[in-house]
């Protein structure tokens, strides 16, 4: 191997240091849903509004933060978004009151989808060239999966090592903290500014979204997305469910919410590119007989017997149920190529994907933790998973719907251009 090949995985080892770890701090729920509800005495609908406030920022910022990629260094930018995080996770370990936490989630935003995630996403593309695309992309998201899996583990084992109290959950977050301003000093030092290369072709622009618009298939696909990702966004509550109804151990919830939001991540996402592309042979396909298989999953964790003697088949059933879902969001891009997105497009076709299919990330939370604090105790969450239910049957409509287009299409090309599809 080269030293230009070295520094080149050197250089991506760094940024799925970065991108594994940015999130942590927003995304603080998945291991310790419970420790803040304890600690920082936080309700559910406050869980989620502080969730909800950091995916409306992080969506209105998005293209500025396209903006900002293309303005600036990458080099200047991922450091900025790491140290920025990491910064204002110091603040977030002295517990600060409600008001204090949604300024702060909305500001983890800015750091972490407006100045970092465009800029690394640009930083990974420059690193290989257009036969290296997919590998790179590809070692990014998995790369991410173990990173998230190692760096979450290890702030449990500092909050489990601390006493498993507030002082445990300070801990943590100022692991994340200093985790967060590590790397991105490192990155200052590591990352070296790419050459710009040359445009491949036109600038699209204004017109280029304006013709993306105009496309049904974006607008099938991206509603796909949305309907996966709000029936994503109840995998939470699993979490304080085993806790509530379980009485799973406060550190072994932590591992569970790790396992429940990370691990399967690693498992899902190439078992669902493998199935949609072998198995099933389309995505859209495969998407929607995934929303169906989700139904008896679901019908098993409503009838399993609650209480300690049944918390490991409490647990399997939920983990079975994510790890479903999980698939799904491996491919839920895929359909875009299906129903011939052109690629002079591409970015604003994603553009609008992103704005929609994201859009649960505002509202879901505070939906679900409202319905949860409304209704204590099993009652809530037994709306809440039948509201995930629904959710997936008209999940499968759309998907139905989506798949249909997509055989339109097939059926209309030329045999060669239909084996591509």
């Not at 970092?116 to 070692?139: T, V, Y």
């Not at 989700?294 to 399993?304: D, K, N, S, Y």
């Amino acid at each position: 191997m080269t030293a230009q090949a070295k520094a080149k995985w050197l250089r991506l080892l760094v940024l799925v240091l970065g991108g594994g770890t940015i999130y942590k701090l927003a995304n603080l729920k998945d291991a310790f849903y419970v420790p803040m509800q304890e600690h920082m005495g936080l309700t559910h609908t406050e869980i989620g509004a502080l969730l909800s406030a950091n995916a409306i920022v992080a969506t209105a910022l998005f293209v500025v933060g396209g903006f900002l990629a293309d303005r600036f260094a990458t080099r200047k930018l991922i450091p900025l978004g790491l140290i920025g995080t990491g910064c204002l996770g110091l603040y977030l370990a002295t517990f600060p009151g409600y008001s204090q936490l949604l300024i702060v989630f909305s500001l983890l935003a800015i750091c972490a989808d407006c100045l970092f995630w465009p800029s690394l996403l640009k930083a990974i593309r420059n690193l290989g060239d257009d036969g290296e695309q997919g590998r790179m992309f590809g070692f990014l998201e998995g790369g991410r999966g173990v990173i998230d899996t190692l760096v979450a583990f290890s702030a449990l084992g500092v909050f489990v090592a601390m006493g498993s109290g507030a002082v445990g959950l300070k801990a943590a977050i100022l692991f994340y903290s200093a985790i967060d301003i590590g790397i991105g000093v490192l990155t200052w030092f590591l990352l070296r500014q790419s050459k710009a290369s040359a445009p491949a072709g036109e600038t699209i622009g204004l017109a280029g979204l304006l013709e993306a618009v105009r496309v049904p298939g974006i607008w099938l696909v991206s509603l796909n997305v949305f309907m996966v990702y709000i029936v994503y966004c109840g995998l939470t509550y699993f979490i304080p469910y085993l806790k509530d109804m379980y009485h799973l151990p406060v550190a072994l919830v932590g591992a569970y919410g790790i396992i429940n939001q990370y691990f399967l991540k690693v498992l899902g996402g190439p078992a669902g590119g493998f199935l949609a592309d072998t198995g099933f042979r389309s995505s859209s396909r495969y998407l929607k007989w995934a929303f169906l298989a989700l139904l008896p999953v679901m019908a098993v964790i409503l009838t399993i017997p609650t209480g300690a003697d049944y918390i490991y088949a409490g647990m399997a059933a939920t983990l079975s149920f994510a790890l479903i879902v999980f698939t799904m969001r491996g491919v839920f891009w895929a359909p875009m190529s299906e129903v011939g997105i052109p690629s002079r497009i591409t970015g604003s076709a994603f553009g609008i994907g992103c704005l929609i299919g994201y859009a649960p990330g505002m509202f879901a939370y505070v939906i679900y933790g409202a319905i949860l604090d409304h209704y204590p105790g099993q009652q809530g969450y037994t709306y809440v998973f039948s509201l995930m239910s629904v959710l997936a049957v008209i999940g499968f409509m759309v998907s139905g719907v989506l798949h249909h287009r997509v055989r339109e299409r097939s059926a209309g090309l030329p045999q060669s251009a239909t084996a591509q599809a």
